[in-house]
């Protein structure tokens, strides 16, 4: 068999040069968060998110959580972040619940934050607005996700702090 053994990976393809500054991001990420809001219970979660990417000028996105304790499924989520040279982003983002997230923001590759803010959240009957803002300090992945709602003003919701594993 041609290019290695039978059940070998094959190589990764090349990083197209529009996701080279948020290539920090690519791989598997793990860890813990916390998450609560005005209307309902403050609750832990484990989170695992995965950043990847096929050669186009895209990155895909995953994300999924579980209770803590018992390792039940939580949330899920999955989308691409499409990176621009001008330094702007545009997500897209597809919930577990149904809710979708177009959003835009900016990068900055050099302090390794992604700052984003929602433009239309689809599909919500109460959730008017969502932001996202993702660092990496010291090899550690951090986020907070605010959220407004109809009877809310912009709020935290969750926060995280993951490594890469």
């Not at 949330?75 to 545009?90: F, L, Q, T, V």
């Not at 923001?105 to 700052?115: F, K, P, S």
């Not at 996202?132 to 969750?158: C, D």
């Amino acid at each position: 068999m041609e290019g290695g053994s039978v059940g070998s990976a094959p190589a990764p393809p090349p990083l197209h040069p529009a996701i080279a500054p948020l290539s920090y991001l690519l791989g598997r990420w793990r860890g813990q968060g916390e998450g609560g809001f005005p209307t309902i219970n403050s609750f832990a979660y484990g989170e695992e998110l995965i950043f990847s990417h096929s050669g186009k000028p895209v990155i895909a996105y995953s994300q999924k959580t579980w209770k803590l304790a018992s390792g039940e499924p939580m949330h899920a989520e999955s989308g691409y972040w499409r990176p621009k040279p001008d330094g702007s982003i545009e997500v897209v983002i597809a919930q577990s619940t149904g809710l979708a997230e177009v959003q835009k923001g900016t990068y900055d590759a050099e302090n390794r934050i992604v700052t984003l803010q929602s433009e239309l959240v689809g599909n919500a009957s109460k959730v008017k607005e969502i932001t996202r803002v993702f660092k990496v300090v010291n090899g550690e992945l951090s986020y907070v996700v605010q959220m407004a709602t109809v009877i809310t003003s912009l709020q935290p919701h969750l926060k995280a702090l993951l490594k890469k594993v």
